[in-house]
C-alpha cells in the first residue's frame, strides 16, 4: 500500500511538474507572438503617422499660397478703393 501510494503521489507531482512547464512554454509563446504583434502594429501606425504628416504638409503649402493670393486680393481692392475715392475727390 505504501508503495502503490508513494508511486501515485511521484506520478502527481510528475503530471504537475509537466503541466507547469507546459504553462510557461504557453505563455512564453504567447508573449512572443504579442511582441510581434506589436511590433508590425508600431510599423502600421508609423507609416500612417508619416502619411498624415505628409498630407499636413502640403495642406500647409496649400493654405501658404491661398493666404498670399488673399493678401494680394484685398491689396489691389485697397487700391480699387483708393483710386475710386480720389476720382471722386478730384472730379
Do not use: P, Y
Not at 47 to 75: C, M, N, P
Request: glycine letters at 8%; hydrophobic letters at 50%.
Amino acid at each position: 500500500m505504501k508503495n502503490q501510494a508513494s508511486c501515485s503521489e511521484s506520478a502527481k507531482n510528475l503530471a504537475n511538474q509537466s503541466l507547469n512547464a507546459a504553462l510557461g512554454a504557453a505563455r512564453e509563446h504567447i508573449a512572443a507572438l504579442s511582441e510581434g504583434a506589436g511590433r508590425s502594429q508600431a510599423g502600421v501606425v508609423r507609416v500612417a503617422t508619416e502619411s498624415g504628416l505628409d498630407r499636413l504638409e502640403r495642406a500647409v503649402g496649400r493654405l501658404a499660397r491661398i493666404s498670399w493670393v488673399s493678401f494680394a486680393a484685398a491689396v489691389i481692392a485697397l487700391a480699387a478703393g483708393l483710386v475710386l475715392i480720389a476720382s471722386r475727390f478730384f472730379h
